[in-house]
């Protein structure tokens, strides 16, 4: 009846034995074969992994066009000996697997965004190099995110395409087989030649003489008779995503509810469809219809006609949904071909019916929170949307690029979220923040904290300031001294709270306010300052009241103005002065004085009027002629730089009770960068310059004058910035110093010892953030109409330290790059100012002292 199997490899001297195994819908096949050889010494390994073919003769009952085969992978190879008919034979056992076996053994972590799953599916099969077909008629969700965690790549597709209803088998041919995806019944076809199949009984101790179906039983079971299944949906807060659906096959309707939370879907169409299809999971176990034969053209994913079948209703068309194989070639041992056996026990489903495969495939948990870094577009420092969310890089995502397409997006918690209120704190790029997952899935990250590390350091050092907590923002691309902060000092007897706002400041109380300090206050405002007052205002001191204005005072009032005194008041100015004492008495004293009045004017006196008293001397006293100049230094004294408090704001010296305005010391005003007015003003124009400079002074470093000729130079052990003296005569060189000096004061290289080449990048690019500042302050100060300042060094090196600046500008390059390309122009072409070396030999000459074996 059957002609001989025959099997294709890449070797020679290979007999079939015997063949068996099983194809399911939507499952790799696994096969054993058995193949015979009087030669021991074939060469398995070279055989592992390379394509087999079987060729299995069909019998044609409908005029079969082609043999049916079966081709795969070998995966295995196990030889053994074995004597048959007196003849010992190598016995090579095979398993072979389709091409999906390397997807079985696999194990990664990937997140696919934007994405259906027949896209993600096939992206995967295609780096496999699997062969597919398509033949799916469903439209399909774009999932926007999608996580393979910790599985094999078909377990996670598996898993996708039960829950869509997606299912495959294969399609073998005489050089490959084809992975065919389906997701309807009517994308079925007939083997070739076995459109129609006949059952027929085998007789007692007797065989079949064709091709045929031999067995076919017929069973029912119960399932279950509701499948509910729901999820949440954050932008939908009160939607209704329930969907129940309900199994027309179950016995009894409803009594038994399956019910899913989550779901997996965000939108109400999709739960509506992954509830259909669980029912059509259920509606296809309802029926199991089993058999077996010996027609080879019985094969998963194809369907065939059974006629003659032992109930009449049982006669039409079924797809075939599993197969076992059992087939077997004797005759190289007895030499009877009687011997050979070719039977299939299958499982079939009316064609009629949806398949879909049963949701058998583990979706993957995650298991504690894990850590990431948040990430965002080039040049952002804080990437978010309507909702506070962001983007983050996971550490074991080995291909995300770490910008904003490196996940979805992902919610942040917050210590309050209202509806319209509560707290805010986006994380910025580049912080690590602590990860969780909802319910465990993968694909639904919440961010629930955010951790230190030793790139991102706490804002206050540790462990010293432990008693210290609190907040220390950071101005969006700013640096370390642009911040917004509320620290609470806990340690004891030093108890403080430190409020700072990085620019303005606006403090809205909508009914009243309370506000008491135990010891002293100071106010410091370095503009103008305005109060508004709709009511009525006062002012109780129980002490004195001292008022100083550097220029002129204004008094005025609308109606009724009191200046009262219970002993003495007095007017004073330069060498007048006019006294009102509480006993009646009244004295004048000054040079001139002069009344004049347009109508009547009348003097009258209950005593004597006496005009040019002979001998009489002033009641009072004047200040005299300096008085303008003492006030102006007693203004200037409470401006007196080194009085300031720990908030940042000047305070006022405590006044000696002994002492008045007119007693108050002479003094010169400060300078603000400690090397006069001209450059102060200089200074003045550059808003990077002046920062620096109040940065410095906050650090504690010193600005000083040098010796002449013994060069310009920023000391960070001792805090000292020092200007060559031979500069001072010129406030433009001075900036220029102060702005150089400034930029290797605020830079903190990081040296790298571990090469000469490594040590003098590392070096030099301290270089290359000096003069970086030198031309951003020069910039400036152009800018605003203050001069040209220039740049240290070689003139003939300033076109290139400009280039390097621009392209900083552009964006073409980081700032780190741009300190590094300078840096390197900068030793080969500029000189020390106290060794007069190349810098590149003096930081050379100091590396190969100190590591003359590297």
Not at 19 to 37: D, H, I, K, N, Y
Not at 390 to 396: D, E, G, L, N, P
Request: aromatic residues 10%; negative net charge; glycine residues 10%.
């Amino acid at each position: 009846m059957f002609d001989r199997i025959t099997v294709l490899l890449p070797a020679d001297g290979l007999l079939f034995h015997t063949l068996t195994g099983t194809e399911t819908l939507s499952r790799p096949f696994v096969l054993t074969a058995e193949l015979l050889a009087t030669d021991a010494r074939i060469d398995r390994h070279a055989l592992l992994g390379k394509p087999v073919t079987f060729t299995l003769p069909t019998d044609g009952l409908m005029n079969a066009l082609s043999p049916r085969y079966l081709n795969g992978k070998i995966t295995r190879i196990a030889v053994r000996s074995q004597e048959l008919s007196g003849t010992r034979y190598a016995v090579y056992q095979l398993t072979v697997e389709p091409d999906l076996w390397p997807m079985q053994r696999d194990r990664n972590l990937r997140i696919f965004q934007s994405q259906t799953v027949p896209q993600i599916v096939q992206t995967l099969l295609k780096e496999y190099a699997v062969n597919v077909e398509t033949r799916l008629a469903g439209n399909y969700r774009v999932w926007e995110y999608c996580v393979q965690y910790q599985e094999s790549s078909l377990d996670f597709i598996s898993r996708l395409m039960e829950l869509e209803g997606i299912y495959y088998f294969f399609s073998h041919e005489a050089d490959k087989h084809t992975l065919v995806l389906c997701d309807a019944p009517d994308q079925h076809q007939a083997f070739p030649g076995y459109e129609t199949i006949a059952y027929h009984v085998t007789p007692s101790g007797g065989v079949v003489t064709e091709e045929g179906i031999s067995q076919w039983s017929l069973a029912e079971s119960v399932t279950p008779g509701i499948y509910s299944t729901d999820d949440y949906d954050f932008r939908k807060p009160n939607a209704w995503m329930l969907q129940a659906r309900q199994n027309p096959a179950s016995p009894v309707p409803g009594s038994v509810d399956v019910y899913d939370w989550p779901g997996h879907f965000v939108d109400h169409s999709h739960g509506e469809s992954y509830a259909r299809i669980r029912q059509e999971v259920w509606q296809a176990e309802h029926h199991s219809v089993s058999g077996s034969g010996t027609a080879t053209g019985i094969a998963p994913g194809f369907t065939f006609s059974i006629i003659n079948a032992p109930h009449f209703s049982d006669n039409g068309e079924y797809l075939v949904t599993s197969a076992t194989y059992d087939f077997a070639e004797n005759s190289y041992a007895s030499g009877d071909t009687g011997d050979s056996r070719h039977n299939i026990h299958f499982t079939v489903l009316p064609s009629s019916v949806t398949y879909r495969t049963p949701p058998e495939t583990r979706w993957p948990k995650t298991h504690g929170p894990q850590t990431a870094k948040v990430v965002g577009p080039k040049g952002e420092s804080i990437w978010t949307d309507r909702y506070g969310r962001v983007k983050v890089k996971f550490h074991w995502d080995r291909l995300a690029k770490g910008d904003d397409t490196s996940s979805c997006w992902v919610r942040v918690s917050s210590a309050w979220a209202g509806q319209g209120f509560g707290g805010v704190q986006i994380p910025r790029v580049n912080d690590e923040v602590v990860v969780d997952f909802i319910n465990g899935d993968p694909d639904r990250p919440l961010i629930i904290g955010r951790v230190y590390n030793e790139a991102s350091m706490p804002p206050w050092a540790l462990p010293a300031a432990a008693t210290q907590m609190g907040f220390l923002s950071r101005s969006k691309d700013g640096t370390a001294e642009t911040a917004n902060a509320l620290r609470f000092e806990d340690k004891a007897g030093e108890e403080h709270l430190w409020i700072q706002a990085q620019k303005n400041m606006d403090t809205h109380v909508k009914n009243d306010e309370s506000h008491s300090v135990g010891g002293e206050r100071s106010h410091y405002v370095a503009k103008n300052e305005l109060n508004r007052v709709e009511g009525n205002q006062i002012q109780a001191v129980k002490g004195g009241t001292e008022i100083l204005t550097g220029l002129s005072k204004v008094d005025a009032v609308v109606e009724q103005y009191v200046l009262a005194s219970g002993s003495q008041l007095r007017l004073v100015s330069g060498e007048s002065a006019i006294e009102l004492n509480a006993n009646g008495t009244i004295n004048l004293i000054g040079k001139d004085f002069n009344f004049f009045v347009e109508n009547d004017g009348h003097i009258t006196t209950g005593g004597k009027l006496n005009l040019n008293t002979s001998g009489a001397k002033p009641g009072t006293s004047a200040p005299g002629a300096g008085h303008k100049g003492d006030i102006d230094a007693a203004v200037k004294e409470k401006f007196t730089p080194g009085k300031e408090n720990k908030a940042g704001a000047i305070a006022s010296a405590p006044a000696d009770a002994s002492q008045n305005a007119g007693a108050a010391a002479n003094s010169q005003a400060p300078s603000f960068s400690g090397f006069g007015a001209d450059v102060d003003n200089m200074v003045e124009k550059s808003p990077t310059m002046k920062q620096d400079i109040t940065t410095l002074k906050k650090r504690g470093w010193v600005f000083k004058e040098g010796a002449a000729g013994k060069g310009t130079f920023a000391d960070r052990q001792s805090r000292t910035i020092t200007v060559d003296k031979s500069n001072m005569n010129d406030a433009a060189k001075v900036v220029q110093s102060l702005s150089h000096e400034s930029g290797h004061a605020l830079y903190k290289p990081d040296i790298n010892v571990t090469s000469r080449e490594t040590y003098l990048n590392s070096a030099l690019s301290d270089e290359g953030a000096a003069t970086l500042n030198n031309i951003r302050v020069q910039r400036e100060i152009i800018a605003n109409q203050g001069g040209d300042i220039g740049i240290a060094g070689n003139a003939a090196n300033q076109k290139g330290y400009n280039g390097i600046y621009d392209s900083l500008s552009k964006g073409n390059i980081s700032e780190s790059e741009a300190r590094t390309q300078i840096g390197r122009i900068f030793g080969k072409g500029e000189k020390t100012s106290t060794t007069n070396q190349l810098y590149e030999d003096y930081y050379g000459g100091w590396y190969d002292k100190n590591y003359p074996t590297k």
